[in-house]
């Protein structure tokens, strides 16, 4: 089956950045066979749609999150950190079953796919399940069961014995959309020995590992104190890096642990607006970005931002590092557009089959209406796009030739039967 | 003509901060007359219209832009601050005429009343065409022809009689809609004695003043060389704070300037998007808020942001002084509702009159469709609108009583004539 949209904008996001106006995308099932100018005559294609003179852009690729936690949106904000995590968080968390995990992923799955996102990183638990409702809803991700280390040898052995069973059933399923990944929580939730044998285990496995990494202060001192040096050359040391490596957070970093990071090729999921809302700090992304580090960008979860619209995250990215910077030419549109899209696909390792609209790539795009008045005068796409759009402006969503959203619609999730589940399951908690 | 909404979730930012769910607002011709819980029966009320358990809450307030600007929307970012300006916007507003600024005013009044503004303010040139334009779209606003100094005297003196013409005129204009300031531009582009002739002419007309101020550091230096003070105790000598006043950015400001603010209850419009973009810098709005001073917040124009949705600008305040001063109870959710209404309407001196759901008050209040997924599982309707809202999902509003929006359709205004106008008038510049 052959697919050609037509009469669109198109931001192609390949090596040259090239804008298309009156341009058209290509597909034949799940790749990309065209984009160029709207061709004279398309009557090799079985489908022909009109985009209207709207924007068509690679899907957005969403580097961190623990999607499930949807749940808790709102459930306890203002908070210092450590009150909001010990007494909201993980006491609501601990009652987590399939059931919520199920329904809170769903839930950020809609929210995910009508703003635009087509690929996310999940780092949670119950990871059956959500490998099940990405499978169902033809999205694309990245999946890990996050892995705390915080408990007796034979827990221990049972989790990590989970978290590889999990990544090799699901490594590759649902036609490729879903790959997996390795993931000790954290350096500071998982003990060193602990780490080492999760990382053997990667290696084995041929995964890639994905860590919290230096997102607070008091992370970066507790490391110092209990292991004598910073989460970095710690992680280092443990061999960590040796794998290909996603840091989600990356906020308190010297200048030498930024070279670690760039000579090891680790990649960093920047989460701006999680970092500012916990009061964690502000990412050097400028200074990762001049290392050659490749830097994308994540929602973290919704408990903690409050919502999983990376619009907002690619214009938080293109403004604030200007402003505590004092440098506006910082991160402008077209670098936090990539951060987005290409540099989501690098932190994947999925850069040969997503991230821009080439052919031969996997046709994983989105139609933004820009024909909003938020984007007239219409001279810039890409501008608009980063700094005046929103996720609320996408109307089509495809991933892997399959039609997702349409008019602002999901196809293939019930919405409003998901947030009445989504609320019922709220109601079960206990927040004594 | 009385008209009650029914089964919302009021949010009335009373002085308790009261959230009434299912609850109802009846309001007679322009104003509020009951605020509370959904009656058992309205027999009195000629129209009732059901909010389906959506959000109700005052309309936005916008206390600094140039909305004409929004013509130039996206046409030069990411550059050097006096590239952008001296290269790019005054080339280019240099050519503005009555029909720029018709056509960019009301792409601009689309665009906030779309997204939940109710009442704004400009400060820019060709006002009466402004006015003319807010009196027939139905919004609520305070204008001022913001005055350049940097000019021959006779010039000086005939754009101080036609600022002071514009606002005689207008004020009270439009059923008290419009309301009117004096605005010397800045203390960077107003000689000091053409300073004092404006706040002269604004005592005379018993009318507050609107002014830039200390919005970079380059300008603060600049005032100290030119006349040997930063520019608040400048202009504070100049005898500006006498009248009701309030400054746009407020970015670079020490404690005895802040002090200064305070003990003259000068009021601050917070514009933290526009500061990132620029690079000018991070207002110390927690310090502010600290010392009693009336913070409220506006988007600058649509050149420097790029959109005018003060939800973003809402989430911006409670988001960014958190990750910068590394303390995550600074600006609550709550504080930031405030600011972006009730503070609003204190800045505008109609606080009497507008800014929170209350009987007696101007009926401005918006309905957001908060049965959208970004705002489940539904339980604090407060946090959801800060964190999670998008001003894309305003779905109705009214000022004064009168439906401006309806189901996110302008009822006033051709929003699609307006578009094609706006671009028209953009194709027009000499981009030399």
Known sequence: MKTLLIHGTVLTVNDQNDVI???????????????????EEFKEYDRIIDAGQRTIMPGLINTHGHTAMSLLRGYADDLPLQDWLEKKMWPLEAQFTAEHVKWGTLLSIVEMLKTGTTTFVDMYDHMDTVAQMVELSGMRASLCRGVIGLCPPDVQKSKLDEASEFAQKWNGAANGRIKTMMSPHGAYTCPPDYIEKIVARAEELDLPIHIHMSETQFEVEQNIKDYGSRPVEHLEKLGVFNQPTLVAHAVHLTDEELDILARNDVKVSHNPISNL?????????????????????????????NNLDLFEEMKMVALLHKGVHLDPVAVPAIEALRIATRNGAKALLMDQEIGSLEVG?????????TKQVYYQPSHDPISHVVYAGSGRDVRDVFVAGTQLVKNGQCLTLDEEYIKEQANRMFQT????
Chains 1, 2 share one sequence.
Request: include cysteine; hydrophobic fraction near 40%; charge should be negative.
């Open 21 to 39: 106006l009156d341009g058209a995308i290509g597909f034949e099932d799940d790749r990309i066979i065209y984009v160029g100018p709207t061709p």
């Open 429 to 432: 908690f206990n927040q004594e």
């Open 361 to 369: 790539k996997q046709a994983d795009f989105i139609v933004v209406d």
């Open 277 to 305: 809302k916990l009061a964690s700090g502000i990412a050097p992304v400028p200074k990762m970005l001049e290392k050659g580090i490749c830097v994308s960008i994540g929602t973290d979860s919704s408990a903690s931002n």
